[in-house]
């Protein structure tokens, strides 16, 4: 079968690094961060008649999640912003033309994997991992896919159907084996909700180092207009939903912090909790041993502790834990073991019974994820990568259509409020929390919505291509 008109391939990018200062340290298993650089690219694209449109992409190069080592933070993020300038490089030459589906899942099964390992050899010593590689994509191929919108003056979420896509889902997908699953003939815009909403509830991060209450205060918090404890957060956003980082790797200390928080969610009224243990777990008797104290202690916290996520090892494959007494006793999420809709399979067969999507893992994974998943019956939420400024944006899009099971986390005005400035002036009900909700009704127009041209951002020089 031959392309649709609508086809596109690219034809330049162009990278730029644009740091950014925490407000305050943000906790990342064992690291504690207080900085991060995100990566925003354009880039160009031309159908098969010649038209031609660029769009725009941007993720936060957060090495302490998508990198575990130790390797110091700034040889992981100079090795990640090297990369990125290797994939500009790529996707100029590559010569794949479709929808952006079709070239973002071509290039991450092919050129991405082979671009990995020849950056990871040129560079010797500790190789930077696949989700690493997948975080610097997906800045492109979230730009391929607001350039594809822009381009034919429409929604990109509006094009995700058999009117653009060369492919159905049975080119990407398989269900599991005697599911009854079909994908022959569905889109992704099947499993979109039908009504999609402009406003959602909201999950604020409580990390591992935020003060609680003032005796967790030491004198060298900032001295702004924001809140410091976390009543205080509660109280001036309406928060109706807190996301609890835990160590896991210290029973007493994660317990605690979830009794802590949790008391202090009760008196401000409060709906919802989700327990995240980065990782850092081996052994599902841990989680169960918390949520079983929790019933026993405090059932009123246990009750309100919606689901649980990626307690254990994110290499799936490496650590093929049964973890369905975990999710006997709380829904269990994939997050950072969710690379894509394979992984999500995988996870489905060891007892998880969730997938947290992110944009940061691509544009493209996530909607073959939210497919994969929903077709299974799995439930799904959409986490947070601390996005900031135009990144926020397609993240909060993916949840208006996902469906998830309460809202969406965005939490880049508890870390970095001041970043995203130029945005909140256009789009003032994504940047700042209100009533427990943010509010999308600003977005509007081609593509994400970004409405880039009314944003008053003076970006620095581009590190490529370089002038």
């Known amino acids: 079968m031959g392309l649709k008109k609508t086809a596109i391939k690219v034809t330049a990018t162009e990278v730029y690094f644009i740091p950014v200062t925490m407000r ?10 207080s900085n991060v650089v995100c990566l925003r690219v354009k880039v160009c694209v031309k159908d098969l ?3 031609e449109a660029c769009g725009w992409g941007e993720t936060p190069l957060s090495v302490s ?3 575990p080592s130790t390797l110091s933070v700034s040889d992981r993020a100079s090795r990640m912003e090297d990369f990125s300038i290797k994939l500009a490089q790529k996707l100029e030459t590559c010569e794949l033309i479709g929808h952006p589906m079709e070239i973002g899942s071509d290039f991450i099964h092919g ?3 082979q671009t990995l390992k020849e950056a990871n050899a040129e560079a010797g010593g500790a190789e930077m991992p696949y989700l690493g590689s997948l975080v610097a994509f997906s800045a492109f191929d979230i730009a391929i896919h607001d350039a594809y919108g822009n ?4 929604d990109v979420f509006t094009t995700y159907g058999p009117d653009f896509m060369n492919r159905d889902l049975s080119a990407y997908l398989e269900a599991e084996e005697g599911s009854g699953i079909d994908f022959r003939g569905r889109y992704p815009q099947d499993y979109f909700v039908k009504n999609v909403p402009t406003k959602l509830p909201v999950w604020h991060l409580v990390g591992g180092v935020d003060a609680l209450e003032a005796s967790d205060l030491n004198g060298s918090e900032p001295k702004d207009e924001h809140p410091l404890l976390l009543a205080d957060w509660i109280q001036r956003d309406g928060l109706k939903c807190l996301k609890i980082k835990l160590r896991g790797t210290d029973a007493a200390w994660d317990y605690e912090r979830m009794v802590r928080v949790g008391k202090i969610a009760l008196a401000n009224q409060v709906r919802w909790l989700s327990a995240d243990f980065n990782c850092t777990v081996k052994d599902p008797a841990y ?3 918390i949520n079983d104290r929790l019933l026993a202690e405090e059932p009123e916290i246990y009750a309100r502790t919606l689901y649980v996520e990626q307690p254990f090892p994110y290499d799936l494959e490496a650590h093929q834990i049964d973890v369905r007494s975990v999710s006997a006793r709380k829904p269990l999420f994939l997050d950072e073991s969710a690379h894509d809709w394979e992984y999500v399979r995988l996870g489905r067969r060891l007892g998880w019974s969730g997938v947290a999507l992110k944009t940061c893992k691509t544009q493209t994974g996530a909607l073959l994820s939210l497919c994969w998943a929903k077709a299974h019956g799995m439930p799904l939420m959409v986490q947070d990568l601390t996005n900031p400024m135009l990144a926020i944006i397609p993240h909060v899009r993916l ?5 998830t099971i309460q809202g969406v986390e965005c939490n880049a005005m508890q870390f970095y409020p ?5 945005e909140e002036n256009i789009h003032p009900g994504l940047y700042r929390r209100r009533e427990g909700v943010i509010d999308l009704s600003s977005l509007c127009g081609n593509g994400f919505g970004y409405r880039v041209d009314e944003i008053a951002r003076l970006l620095p020089k581009a590190n490529y291509p370089a002038s």
């Open 287 to 289: 989680v169960n041993e």
């Open 151 to 154: 381009l034919h003056e429409r």
């Open 111 to 113: 050129i991405l994997a």
């Open 49 to 51: 008649e010649g038209r």
């Open 65 to 67: 999640w998508v990198w």
């Open 24 to 33: 305050v340290p943000l906790k990342f298993g064992p690291e504690t961060v």
């Open 418 to 422: 001041d970043a995203s400035v130029s």
């Open 399 to 403: 949840a208006a259509h996902a469906g």
